[in-house]
DNA sequence: ATCCTATTGTGAAATTTGACACAAAAAGGT
DNA sequence: ACCTTTTTGTGTCAAATTTCACAATAGGAT
């Protein structure tokens, strides 16, 4: 596609299209980079470079058309069809992770939950999902077609996980263990450091600066 | 205390405290800047200029000191102190926050968890944690002396409840709904958006880049 | 048909952030 | 006491990212 997107334009290219989802619910045939602008805290003419990267679908005088601007986004980032998610770790975080709304919608299908504890193995979540053995990680991933994982182990097992689930050909994890995993170049992953946060919000307290 | 620390340090200061904290436990006196750097994936002289905004606290020849840097990090970063939370949507992301290893450790300390749905007020959480009313909220952020507010709540009522807690005093917000909130120039907010990362992962899966 | 207003797309400037390179200093060996 | 090795701290340069500014153009009004 395009030679080289900035890391963060990558990401807001995920803020912008659930801002135009929400204009698609409301009804909005058309939206404005001044408006996403306003409502994104950002800069309007970040909006029209970020877009730019991709082509000029806006109309001058007009703005976007909201339901092709999402259209366009959904290609670009990857959520015009289905991933196939197995979460690892039944601890509360994986648990609380099936049946996260916003996963579903935007194309990510939870296809199972597994762990080594033989207490929570059988275990129903929902009254519908069975967490299953991590001993059948192999063929849960094979026969389910799992194209990413999400790490939701204790710290000390998780480079474990990340290392098996790489061994057993994932190309995709999503990290929620609070330590930096080491995976090949081919192998992308996304941290979702919740301490972290925290900490980055105390900083900014203490520090006063938004 | 400094005039303008880049956003981007402060954030990875975080994750060096998180790998000093590694360090200590494994009884490591000092560690250096390439050492650091080997682990997080950053370049050496990135951390060095990093904790260089702070002052000059290593040692040249021999590196940092691992206890004298995690304290020195925990004043910069504030958590040198403890954080009165509380947390708002005893949904499942709230239910799991509560007890989340992590937070207690930084001295985050979860001083409750309110829900507006009657059906689960009352109910205890790891049974020993009440979910309460959110209508004695005011009562509970004067009398616990609340200082963040964690939003757990479905995305539709995410502004109100953030506009709640700012009408009572509160400086500081963690945010888990997908969207981002408008609040005044002193309250800090930081969030943390799971499907974001799902789909900030997916991108880069489709675009292969790292 | 022309003007006016709104709003995009984008080259160029400005700003921010990261990398480099090297002098300075600490520690240990000879 | 001096040399060698290691590693910091930082001034300077390079790269990445953001912001600016303005020409181009679409649409509606007169």
Same mark, same amino acid.
């Given at each position: ?102 996963? $579903?919608?935007?194309?990510?299908? +939870? @296809? #199972? &939950? *597994? ?10 979540? =929902? ?36 290392? $098996?689930?790489?061994?057993?050909? +994932? @190309? #995709? &994890? *999503? ?10 170049? =081919? ?24």
């Amino acid at each position: 596609m395009i030679d080289k997107i900035p890391r963060p334009v990558a990401r807001r290219l995920a803020v912008y299209y659930r801002l135009l989802k929400e204009y698609s619910k409301k009804g909005e045939e058309t939206i404005s980079s001044s408006e996403m602008g306003k409502r994104l805290d950002l800069k309007p003419s970040q909006i029209r470079k970020d877009l730019s990267y991709f082509g000029g679908f806006g109309k001058r005088g007009t703005g976007y058309n909201v339901i092709d601007l999402m259209k366009t986004i959904e290609k670009i980032i990857g959520i015009d069809r289905t991933w196939n998610v197995l979460i690892i770790g039944a601890g509360k975080i994986g648990r609380a992770l099936v049946n996260y709304p916003g996963l $579903l919608q935007d194309g990510f299908i +939870i @296809k #199972g &939950i *597994v762990d080594n504890n033989e207490h929570k193995v059988g275990l129903m979540i =929902d009254e519908k999902f069975p967490v299953e053995d991590i001993r059948n990680i192999r063929q849960i991933i094979e026969k389910r077609n799992i194209d990413i994982g999400v790490i939701c182990v204790p710290v000390e097992s998780a480079q474990k996980v990340a290392n $098996l689930l790489i061994y057993l050909g +994932i @190309k #995709g &994890i *999503v990290n929620f263990a609070p330590r930096t995993l080491e995976v090949p170049e =081919d192998v992308m992953i996304e941290d979702v450091h919740i301490s972290l946060s925290f900490k980055s919000l105390s900083f900014k307290m203490v520090n006063r600066e938004k």
